[in-house]
């Protein structure tokens, strides 16, 4: 059932929470996956329906409910809270501009930036909508992905399922010339606690100035980024 609170009552509705949090599922589910009784399980998941936490379809099986989306948008977001200082510590060694990626389905979304300062740069605004198909911080994003869901996205990248295994395997990826001619990159996973991919950091460049293999001078500092990144989370 997880961790405990030492509050019966509250672990169990958090069991039952959890129990549908990746797929919907009906009483019979509930017991199965919490391994509470079956009155407790039907109890727990009305009252929580009752405070809109659990949503029931018209087969009756629970899902999470509006009222989590509406209390986790008064959230502060703690990674972007806490990126600003790794990113420019990681701009400040490295030399390069950095960034920070968030997937939005199909797309890489920029979330934060730290720019070079001075001289030839690649700019990439925070906003900014990238696909999924091409550079560096793709790769991450879809190598921790689902296996069904990386391969249909694979299905048009400009890197191979190879590609995505390394990445996986060494634990950062590197592009070079693959999203924009001219430029290179190198990129590294960022986790939460419970090892779920969050985001991708990034540092990129001109090619004439990273060369290229720059994941051989780079990566070291940006895995090292994405964990102290990931220990905030």
Known sequence: MGQSSGIGVLDKAMSVLVAVASEPGSLADLVERTGLPRATAHRLAVALEIHRLLVRDDSGRWSPGPALSELARGAPDTLLATATPVLVRLRDETGESTQLYRRDRDVRICVAAEERAHGLRDT???GARLPMTAGSAA??????????D???????ARFTTRTVAEVRRRGWAYSVGEREDGVASVSAPIFDHGGGLVAAISVSGPIGRLGRRP??????????????????L
């Open 124 to 126: 990439v605004p925070v």
């Open 139 to 148: 790769q991450v994003l879809i190598a921790w992905a689902d296996p069904a």
């Open 150 to 156: 990386a391969a249909n996205l694979l299905t048009h």
């Open 215 to 232: 994941g051989q001078r780079l990566s070291p500092a940006v895995v090292a980024a994405g964990r102290a990144l990931s220990r905030r």
